[in-house]
């Protein structure tokens, strides 16, 4: 079982940024070759994929809402993922969650896939 906590989350105004953070933790077990996205939710609307990144840090992918504003990287010693969130847009606000799934394979996107997930952590840009 692997356990994810988010934080990093807030209220900023248009143009700001935000670093997001997950901690993962497994009992006895290595988190290092799991891979990690982030998703974020709004009222209203479905879970979507924002950014992920492979066990290995040698891959990341981006959805093009975000591509060229937000970046995602890997402490794999401090079993952390960041999520630097620059050039913040009203419509970024929703909730961010972060995702892991065991896999040597390229980080997917697809939120389907992904085992475990952490509790959200609330982003509002303001206009």
């Known amino acids: 079982q692997v356990q994810l906590v988010e934080s990093g989350g807030g209220l900023v105004q248009a143009g700001d940024s935000l670093r997001l953070s997950c901690v993962a933790s497994?009992?006895?077990?290595?988190?290092?070759?799991?891979?990690v996205g982030w998703f974020r939710q709004a009222p209203g609307k479905e879970r979507e994929f924002v950014a992920a990144?492979?066990?290995?840090?040698?891959?990341?992918h981006y959805s093009d809402s975000v591509k060229g504003r937000f970046a995602i990287s890997r402490d794999v010693a401090k079993n952390t993922v960041n999520l630097q969130m620059n050039s913040l847009k009203p419509e970024d606000t929703a909730v961010y969650y972060c995702?892991?799934?065991?896999?040597?394979?390229?980080?997917?996107?697809?939120?389907?896939?992904?085992?475990?997930w952490g509790q959200g952590t609330q982003v509002t840009v303001s206009s």
């Open positions: 497994a009992s006895g077990r290595t988190v290092s070759n799991y891979a």
């Open positions: 995702a892991a799934v065991r896999t040597l394979l390229t980080a997917p996107v697809d939120a389907a896939e992904y085992d475990y």
């Open positions: 990144i492979r066990w290995d840090a040698d891959s990341t």
